[in-house]
């Protein structure tokens, strides 16, 4: 009987102190971003840029379920610049890439819960069947939904910080937001720095470009949380298919720990 007293206290003990960094991990961050690239039915737990389907409909249905408010990545930066104040449980959506599966499989899903998302597409890989990319034509059928919005991943996924060029950078930057425009007939306001990584140079061609926000991953500890051009994003995939690991991550938790590993 005390063995189980003593049980009951720890669990209780430990779900208190759950909630306790939950909630310090929501003040200190700004709304989580969530980060995905693939929704594969039969991607392996290995997998860093996948999930299964089955993985997402559970993540979204617990999204629903709990009341989380989804909302647009520019309602997101609208919030951050206007320093508005936000429920806990409000979060963003993302997918890099313009995979074709997001099509198939997430998308459906989104329209089911009614859920915004914002996909970056590579302009130059639009329609490659074998690199597992949208057609134009797919895309424009998520746009048409309402709920989808598109943004810039570059023409071709260079490493931005590498680049010493300022017009092979202006090019890759401001040369696919034209494209972009053309093809779904709408201004783009939104970038994606391909793998995360940017520096202080294609940040700034990001902002002379006209896109009002930018994502990254985890630029680094210090780095601001309040930057609307290098937000920061929680990446989805196979290892977040327990619910209690996806809690925690699309809380915000999760970075908290990561970038208190850098001290």
């Avoid at 209780?12 to 693939?38: E, F, Q």
């Avoid at 594969?40 to 249905?61: E, G, I, K, W």
């Avoid at 609208?78 to 104040?85: G, S």
Wanted: aromatic share 10%; proline share 3%.
């Amino acid at each position: 009987m005390l063995k189980h007293k003593r049980l009951i206290i720890v669990v209780i003990l430990l779900g208190v102190l759950t909630l306790w960094l939950v909630n310090l991990a929501r003040t200190k961050y700004v709304i989580p971003i969530l980060m995905y690239h693939s929704v594969d039915p039969a991607a392996d737990n290995d997998n860093l840029l996948s999930v299964t389907l089955d993985s997402f409909q559970r993540q979204m249905r617990f999204l629903k379920e709990h009341r989380y408010n989804v909302i647009s990545l520019k309602e997101v930066a609208d919030i951050i610049k206007n320093k508005k104040k936000v429920s806990a449980n409000t979060i963003a959506i993302t997918f890099d890439d313009g995979c074709r599966d997001v099509y198939i499989y997430a998308f459906p899903v989104l329209k089911k819960y009614n859920f915004p998302a914002e996909v970056f597409i590579v302009v130059n890989e639009v329609g490659l069947v074998q690199e597992n990319r949208m057609s134009w034509d797919e895309v424009n059928a998520m746009q048409a939904s309402g709920l989808i919005h598109f943004g810039s991943h570059t023409i071709n996924h260079p490493n931005l910080a590498e680049l010493t060029s300022e017009e092979t950078i202006k090019n890759e930057i401001q040369g696919s937001k034209k494209i972009l425009e053309e093809k779904l007939g709408r201004r783009v306001d939104s970038f994606c720095y391909p793998s995360g990584r940017f520096n202080a140079k294609s940040r700034k061609a990001v902002i002379d470009a006209g896109y009002e926000l930018a994502v990254a991953t985890n630029p680094g500890k210090g780095s601001p949380n309040d930057d609307i051009f290098a937000l920061k994003r929680l990446r989805i995939s196979s290892n977040a298919d327990n619910l209690f690991i996806f809690w925690v991550e699309s809380s915000g938790y999760y970075n908290l720990i990561r970038e208190g590993k850098r001290k």
